[in-house]
């Protein structure tokens, strides 16, 4: 059984950073991506990042150049570094694998940017 997770959320100071990682139990075959999501209140679930089992690389815009996703294949993790953090990257983050067949979810962790 596959189990996908987060940790690494928190409270930031606006212009802190944090490191999510996404830690994936089980037989995962045929990997397509692994992506970093986020929801936050009364909004739609947006895709912020995303890494492809070829490798290439792609961010939402309001976060190029702040974020940064990552893999470790040998400890089949999945990272998310978040620098120069904004008030409105305030929202719960999940991580998601994709295969060929079906998609697997982490339970989201929660990130609050505030003073």
């Known amino acids: 059984q596959v189990q996908l997770v987060e940790s690494g959320g928190g409270l930031v100071q606006p212009g802190g950073s944090l490191r999510l990682s996404c830690a994936a139990s089980g037989s995962i075959f045929a990997i397509n991506a692994l992506d970093w999501y986020r929801q936050a209140p009364e909004k739609q679930r947006e895709l912020v990042a995303r890494?492809?089992?070829?490798?290439?690389?792609y961010y939402v815009d309001s976060v190029k150049g702040r974020f940064t996703i990552s893999r470790d294949n040998a400890k089949n993790t999945v990272y998310l570094q978040m620098n120069s953090l904004k008030p409105e990257d305030t929202a719960v983050y999940y991580c998601?694998?994709?295969?060929?067949?079906?998609?697997?979810w982490g339970q989201g962790t929660q990130v609050t940017v505030s003073s």
């Open positions: 998601q694998i994709s295969t060929s067949l079906t998609s697997y």
């Open positions: 890494i492809t089992s070829g490798g290439s690389v």
